[in-house]
Nanobody
């Protein structure tokens, strides 16, 4: 059974930083894309950042470019999302996801339980 174990959410003031972690357990080798999505109250789930497990290429939505960094450890066992210069509009539940695609949620088969990020103004 595939599990994605997330951690690192919390409450931070605007301008602050947080780091999210996602540890995939029992994910098949065909899972080549890993990503972070987020969902704010009353809004649809949106792509935030993604990384190709094979070559490390990274992708970001425009609103987080220059502020967020997605990465993985050398052993490819954990994925991270470093979030700097946080804004109140970054407040959402953040989900780790594993799949085969890039930015569309339907391209991801495995999802974490979600971790709340709240940025106060």
């Amino acid at each position: 059974q595939v599990q994605l174990v997330e951690s690192g959410g919390g409450l931070v003031q605007a301008g602050g930083s947080l780091r999210l972690s996602c540890q995939p357990l029992n994910a098949p080798s065909s899972t080549i894309s890993w990503a972070w999505f987020r969902q704010a109250p009353g809004k649809e789930r949106e792509f935030v950042a993604g990384i190709r497990w094979t070559d490390g290429n990274t992708y970001y939505t425009d609103s987080v470019k220059g502020r967020f960094t997605i990465s993985r450890d050398n052993a490819k066992t954990t994925m991270y999302l470093q979030m700097n210069s946080l804004k109140p509009e970054d407040t959402a539940v953040y989900y780790c996801a594993g799949g085969y695609g890039l930015t569309q949620s339907y391209e991801y088969d495995y999802w974490g339980q979600g971790t709340q990020v709240t940025v106060s103004s």
